[in-house]
């Protein structure tokens, strides 16, 4: 019974380490300019991002999210508790927002003006890492 413990131990140690080993070791891709998958959640569910959305990312290791609302009626947003300010075009509310790793969620807060007073409003933005594909 014990030689069965023990390989059973093994076994289990063996796919955790393979699981591991598996994990993506950088939290970004290496420069460039790329599209990637997003989810967006929380809310209403009425407002969306446009996906696949852009990513850059810079030389220096930094990287930055292209996010495109279906509403003009966002005014900021909050990453970390820094206010990004929106540029609106088309009717889109659209911002510039750093990303610290494509493999965790993304929390933000953005502030909308579509009803009677502005709401802040708490979002997850989630990358598909499986999507990421070079930029045309």
């Known amino acids: ?31 460039g300019t790329y599209m990637i998958g997003v989810t967006l959640s929380g809310g209403t569910g009425k407002a969306k991002i446009e996906t696949p959305a852009q990513l850059v990312v810079f030389p220096d290791g930094y990287a930055s999210l292209l996010v495109i609302w279906s509403s003009d009626k966002y005014d900021y947003m ?11 075009a088309d009717g889109h509310s659209t911002f510039v927002l750093p990303v610290g790793s494509i493999y965790e969620p993304m929390q933000v807060i953005a502030d909308t003006t579509a009803m009677s007073t502005p709401h802040e409003i708490e979002y997850t933005i989630t990358f598909d890492p499986a999507t990421l594909t070079p930029a045309a």
């Open 1 to 31: 019974m014990n030689r069965r413990i023990v390989v059973l131990a093994l076994a289990v140690i063996l796919l955790l380490s393979a699981a591991a080993c598996a994990k993506k070791s950088d939290p970004l891709p290496k420069e």
């Open 78 to 88: 909050l990453v970390d508790g820094k206010r990004y300010e929106p540029a609106v």
